[in-house]
Antibody, heavy 118, light 107 residues
């Protein structure tokens, strides 16, 4: 069974940092692109970042480029999102998802809530 | 970047109804790289259709997708109680962009 489990969400002040993790199982992690997708409270879905199988190619939403960094550890079957200089508008549930093949999102985690507020 | 616009934003329908949701792209989407998702409150989205019309494994046959270029549709033929949810389209050509969602409510 495919499983994706996010963690690391928290309440953080504007300008602060947070690192999200997504642990996976049930599929060959090193074979797939991975993405982070977020959803602000009561709003729609927004793709945030993705990373190629070998970690050598990454893509970002324009509004997070330079502040967020996606990375992965194929040995640990995990993907990460380092979020710096957080803003109120980054408040959202963050989902990790398999990105197949660098396109649509097949499997999703349950999400982790990031709240940016003073 | 391509932008996606769904219509309507919400609709009310009864069990058994045929429901159609439209998704329009700001420019042509090559290779019909368009997906549809269903999301229920407090849950992660679920992939229903990819490549505009390919039904994902396990998705009921009452769901179908069609379209090309800039206009795509999701049709639910015979709405079931489990189908009341919010539906999103997503392009994956050039950039990954979602529509704003269509909430399907019980009439």
């Amino acid at each position: 069974e495919v499983q994706l489990v996010e963690s690391g969400g928290d309440l953080v002040q504007p300008g602060g940092s947070l690192r999200l993790s997504c642990a996976t199982s049930g599929f060959t992690f090193s074979d797939v692109w991975m993405s982070w997708v977020r959803q602000a409270p009561g709003k729609g879905l927004e793709w945030v970042a993705n990373i190629r199988q070998d970690g050598g190619l990454k893509g970002y939403l324009a509004s997070v480029e330079g502040r967020f960094t996606i990375s992965r550890d194929n040995a640990k079957k995990s993907v990460f999102l380092q979020m710096n200089s957080l803003r109120a508008e980054d408040t959202a549930v963050y989902y990790c998802a398999t990105d197949l093949p660098n396109g649509y999102f097949l499997s999703w985690g349950q999400g982790t809530l990031v709240t940016v507020s003073s | 970047d391509i932008q996606m616009t769904q219509s309507p934003s919400a609709l009310s329908a009864s069990v058994g109804d045929r429901v159609t949701i439209t998704c329009r792209a700001s420019e042509s989407i090559a290779y019909s790289r368009l997906a549809w998702y269903q999301q229920k409150p407090g849950k992660a989205p679920r992939l229903l259709i990819h490549d505009a019309s390919t039904l994902e494994s396990g998705v009921p046959l009452r769901f179908s997708g069609s379209g090309s270029g800039t206009e795509f549709t999701l049709t639910i033929s015979g709405l079931q109680p489990d189908d009341f949810a919010t539906y999103y389209c997503q392009c994956y050509h050039i950039n990954k962009a979602f529509g704003q969602g269509t909430k399907v409510e019980i009439k």
